[in-house]
């Protein structure tokens, strides 16, 4: 059954950078499209951002556009979503989605 753990996350200042990892076991991820989303204190759980199985086409929210990447390593049963020039706002927990499965999320909290 597919698995999913997310790293990465941590506190970074306004204007600084993280990669945020997740790794899936269980089942080949090459499958499955796959998501980021996020959820700050207070606020429902939002997309972020999203691959085809070969990303192909990948696509980001509004707010993220420019700022952030997404990309999978398949061969590694990995996905990754790179965010630069973070914000204030961009603090949530970030979960990674695939296959139906939800990682537990990682902490990402940006100080101005």
């Known amino acids: 059954q597919l698995q999913l753990v997310e790293s990465g996350g941590g506190l970074v200042q306004s204007g600084g950078s993280l990669r945020l990892s997740c790794a899936a076991s269980?089942?080949?991820?090459?499958?499955?499209?796959v998501a980021w989303f996020r959820q700050a204190p207070g606020k429902e759980r939002e997309g972020v951002s999203c691959a085809t199985t070969r990303s192909d086409v990948t696509n980001y929210a509004d707010s993220v556009k420019g700022r952030f990447t997404i990309s999978r390593d398949n061969a590694k049963n990995m996905v990754y979503l790179q965010m630069n020039s973070l914000k204030p706002e961009d603090t949530a927990v970030y979960y990674c989605n695939g296959g139906g499965k939800w990682g537990q999320g990682t902490q990402v909290t940006v100080s101005s």
């Open positions: 269980g089942s080949n991820l090459d499958r499955y499209a």
